[in-house]
């Protein structure tokens, strides 16, 4: 921060129990906490470990939506822990550093992190770096969303639909009716809701139908893709 500047900021707002979580790993106590309170007041929820022992005990017990990791710290560095957390995990990672040495930004990035921040840095600066970081991360689980049926399992950027190791070969209409339910899981939708116009509105029942031949271990008694009497459908993924 501008020195690890004062900060200016709104009143407290209790995190939201769905607000993302950050970890904050800093050997520099003061930092962290300075770090922890902006962001708390911002409406995130956070965590601190003070070096890479107790962030990988933290990441041991909790689920962490992105972590703010200071390079230069005694034992483990930011680098090497960044280094290791990529082999098993794409947490997305925004690092600290005192260095701004053009090699120190790329050896940064080359170790798996999705962003490099130089101190002394703004705290509207790291706001909006977290901001865009986890904007980026929450656009890309979408696109590799996968919706579960039994034994079944659906990719929805793919449209693909498979039985383990076996693809189930989909037709175009099913591959968008299958999107559709997937982005409103749990909820009823007219037939209407499920087709262009009207006229094709007439065509739903057998496309389901056919559609739960491909999904459903019983077609005639489906647990997956169920019919709301005067509703429509209803998919209930696991």
Same mark, same amino acid.
Not at 108 to 119: F, P, R, V
Not at 131 to 158: D, M
């Given at each position: 921060m501008s020195n690890t500047a004062e900060l200016s900021t709104p009143s407290p707002q209790p995190p939201h129990e769905d607000?993302?979580?950050i970890l904050v790993v800093d050997d520099d106590r003061r930092i962290r906490e300075l770090i922890k309170r902006? %962001? #708390?007041e911002h409406g995130y929820r956070v965590s601190t470990a003070e070096n890479a022992a107790d962030a990988r005990a933290a990441l041991d017990n909790l689920t962490f939506d992105l %972590?703010?990791?200071d390079v230069m710290m005694p034992g483990e560095s930011g680098l090497e822990l960044t280094n290791a957390l990529r082999r098993t995990s794409n947490v997305p990672i925004l690092m600290l550093t005192a260095k701004t040495e053009t090699d120190d930004r790329? #050896?940064?990035l080359e170790s798996g992190a999705d962003d490099y921040l130089g101190k002394p840095f703004e705290p509207r600066e790291l706001l909006l770096r977290i901001s865009t970081? %986890? *904007?980026r991360a929450r656009a890309q689980s979408a696109r590799e969303e996968i919706i579960t049926l039994g034994e079944n399992t659906?990719?929805?950027a793919r449209g693909e639909l498979r039985r383990g190791d076996e693809t189930i070969r989909l037709t175009t209409r099913e591959v968008q009716l299958m999107r559709l339910f997937a982005a409103h899981p749990g909820e009823a939708m007219s037939r209407l809701d499920l087709c262009d116009n009207e006229a094709a509105e *007439?065509?739903?029942?057998v496309q389901i139908n056919r559609l739960r031949r491909k999904i459903e271990i019983d077609p005639r008694n489906p647990l997956y893709l169920q019919t709301v009497r005067g509703e429509g459908y209803i998919l209930i993924p696991d």
């Amino acid at each position: 921060m501008s020195n690890t500047a004062e900060l200016s900021t709104p009143s407290p707002q209790p995190p939201h129990e769905d607000a993302a979580h950050i970890l904050v790993v800093d050997d520099d106590r003061r930092i962290r906490e300075l770090i922890k309170r902006y %962001l #708390s007041e911002h409406g995130y929820r956070v965590s601190t470990a003070e070096n890479a022992a107790d962030a990988r005990a933290a990441l041991d017990n909790l689920t962490f939506d992105l %972590l703010v990791v200071d390079v230069m710290m005694p034992g483990e560095s930011g680098l090497e822990l960044t280094n290791a957390l990529r082999r098993t995990s794409n947490v997305p990672i925004l690092m600290l550093t005192a260095k701004t040495e053009t090699d120190d930004r790329i #050896s940064g990035l080359e170790s798996g992190a999705d962003d490099y921040l130089g101190k002394p840095f703004e705290p509207r600066e790291l706001l909006l770096r977290i901001s865009t970081i %986890l *904007r980026r991360a929450r656009a890309q689980s979408a696109r590799e969303e996968i919706i579960t049926l039994g034994e079944n399992t659906f990719n929805v950027a793919r449209g693909e639909l498979r039985r383990g190791d076996e693809t189930i070969r989909l037709t175009t209409r099913e591959v968008q009716l299958m999107r559709l339910f997937a982005a409103h899981p749990g909820e009823a939708m007219s037939r209407l809701d499920l087709c262009d116009n009207e006229a094709a509105e *007439r065509s739903i029942d057998v496309q389901i139908n056919r559609l739960r031949r491909k999904i459903e271990i019983d077609p005639r008694n489906p647990l997956y893709l169920q019919t709301v009497r005067g509703e429509g459908y209803i998919l209930i993924p696991d």
